[in-house]
């Protein structure tokens, strides 16, 4: 069973911004397309954003044009930069690829709060 690692959540005010951290080991990860998900309290896990091999990006339509996905397959990382934060963004967040290879990390909590 193999697990990525998430990091970067904390707690920030309307509309601050954080940068949320992934990384996924193996060799898989340069030919898996990778996404970002989040789970608030009492919700269902959401997908917020893909990111295919080749850069090809999806974004919910919560999070068009505050948040960005990106990737670096020789660092086997996923990276989402998030700006202009809502109180409704508040979640636990997760890194995974769609296809079910890795499995589900810890998470990485975001509040956002005043």
């Known amino acids: 069973q193999v697990q990525v690692a998430e990091s970067g959540g904390g707690l920030v005010q309307p509309g601050g911004s954080l940068r949320l951290s992934c990384e996924a080991p193996g060799t898989v990860f340069t030919i898996n397309t990778m996404a970002w998900y989040r789970q608030a309290p009492g919700k269902q896990r959401e997908l917020v954003a893909a990111i295919t091999t080749g850069g090809r990006t999806n974004y919910a339509d919560f999070v068009k044009g505050r948040f960005t996905i990106s990737r670096d397959n020789a660092k086997n990382t996923v990276t989402m930069e998030m700006n202009n934060l809502k109180p409704e963004d508040t979640a636990v967040y997760y890194c995974?690829?769609?296809?079910?290879?890795?499995?589900w990390g810890q998470g990485t909590q975001v509040t956002v709060s005043s």
């Open positions: 995974k690829d769609p296809g079910g290879y890795y499995n």
